[in-house]
């Protein structure tokens, strides 16, 4: 039964056991992933590897995934140790087709229609773009001026959620009309946008804030964590909310702590199996099928849906080095 929103769990004084415990499905799991390693991994749940992206850079490179709708988007760079990093190159993945490149950026986030994306566009030194463009290469316009420290996040019916002056003390989470740059709602930190609501970030608790009514909803931590990760599902309904650290009680073990937090009431619902210790929490990642379950990549891929006992896992094993964040390939 889903937690209520006041209850709070007792932070652990020892490590919790190794590895997400649950079932491998015997007639598989059904998830496809494109994994961020370097060039990007094309991995099944159930039968391994199906390749790697043709024409995509390997080698050295920071790379990242992204879903726009059912499309995956990759963004590729080099290495670099300081400011003024070369933007990355982005690319769509078409499946059995090449991945088709929508140039240069510094940034990007899926649009809302599913079909686009923003970017943050580099003109030239400190001179930068805010541009829209659909999947299939089109623009919607040359674009709008913008920082090069503007990192774009998400675009929902409400706005694009960004961030502005990223690592400096004026870091700060906007949510803006793209056509007219004017704020619609900004905080120090909005973890996330999900439809209607945004989730603001707290030092001991997080709000859920009603974009239609304004009303803000306060929810209690169930664990004391002050900056957790926050993926809304893809109905917008929950949001799946990582309780997890790098560094358990001040040692070098990895813990993750997922829960369920329903956006429209407030209350949460644990994961099974949490917390959990793994080697993976910085090369792993969370998804949301269109089926509504969510999905774990952490040495196996892992299933679960919201009310079900136990996780369902993959028959294949993730190589070390094919341990990276993942999006849904649909």
């Keep these: 039964m889903p937690a209520p929103a006041s209850s709070a769990r007792p932070t652990p004084t020892t490590p919790p056991p190794t590895g997400l415990d649950g079932r491998v499905a015997t007639d598989g799991i059904g998830v496809e992933l494109l994994l961020a390693t370097s060039p990007p991994t094309v991995f099944d749940a159930d039968s391994g590897v199906r390749g790697t992206l043709p024409g995509v850079p390997g080698g050295e490179r920071v790379v990242s995934v992204l879903r726009v709708g059912h499309t995956p988007v990759v963004l590729t760079a080099p290495t670099c140790q300081q400011s003024g990093c070369a933007p990355a190159e982005v690319y769509v993945y078409l499946g059995?087709?090449?991945?088709?490149?929508l140039g240069k950026a510094v940034s990007a986030a899926p649009g809302a229609d599913g079909t686009s994306v923003w970017l943050i566009r580099e003109d030239g030194p400190d001179l930068c773009r805010l541009e829209h463009v659909a999947l299939t290469g089109v623009s919607f316009g040359h674009g709008t001026v913008a920082s090069c420290r503007t990192l774009v996040r998400v675009e929902t019916s409400h706005g694009l959620l960004i961030t502005v002056g990223g690592g400096t003390a004026e870091t700060v989470d906007v949510l803006i009309d793209p056509a007219t740059g004017r704020t619609v709602q900004q905080s120090p930190r909005i973890l996330a946008a999900a439809g209607d609501r945004l989730v603001l970030g707290g030092l001991t608790d997080l709000t859920v804030f009603d974009l239609r009514s304004g009303a803000r909803k306060p929810v209690a931590l169930p664990v004391p964590q002050p900056n957790p990760y926050v993926l809304p599902s893809r109905d917008g309904s929950v949001a799946a909310v990582d309780f997890g650290t790098p560094s358990f009680a001040g040692t070098g073990t990895q813990t993750r702590d997922l829960?369920?937090?329903?956006?429209?009431?407030?209350?949460?619902?644990?994961?099974?199996?949490?917390?959990?210790?793994?080697?993976?929490?910085?090369?792993?990642?969370?998804?949301?099928?269109?089926?509504?379950d969510l999905i774990v990549d952490d040495g196996v891929v892992a299933a679960w849906h919201p009310g079900e006992p136990a996780w369902r896992l993959g028959k294949a094993k993730l190589a070390a080095a094919q341990q990276a964040a993942g999006v849904a390939t649909s």
């Design 259 to 292: 829960w369920l937090l329903d956006l429209r009431d407030g209350t949460w619902q644990e994961a099974p199996s949490m917390p959990y210790s793994t080697e993976n929490l910085k090369h792993s990642g969370l998804e949301w099928t269109e089926a509504g």
């Design 96 to 101: 059995l087709s090449p991945p088709r490149s």
